[in-house]
């Protein structure tokens, strides 16, 4: 059944995490229990690709957020391993 307002099933709506998380599509497939072929088929689907996309930008912005709130204590660690005599 489909989301409301959206044109994807809810078992698509479950995979779109697969590929984000996964090192293959077959790997993702598996983990999302379908087929490699309905994945990449999926991939294809322009309301699939758009829900995907945007999780996947999603899931990149906070990557950076992350790195950002980390980067001054790495930066400190860095600079005191190289001033290390």
Known sequence: MAASGSKITRKQEEAIAAPLTQRSVEEAARVAKVGVRTLYRWLKEPAFDAAY???RRDSFGQTIARLQQGSPAAAALLLKIVVDA
């Open 53 to 55: 996309r945007k999780a």
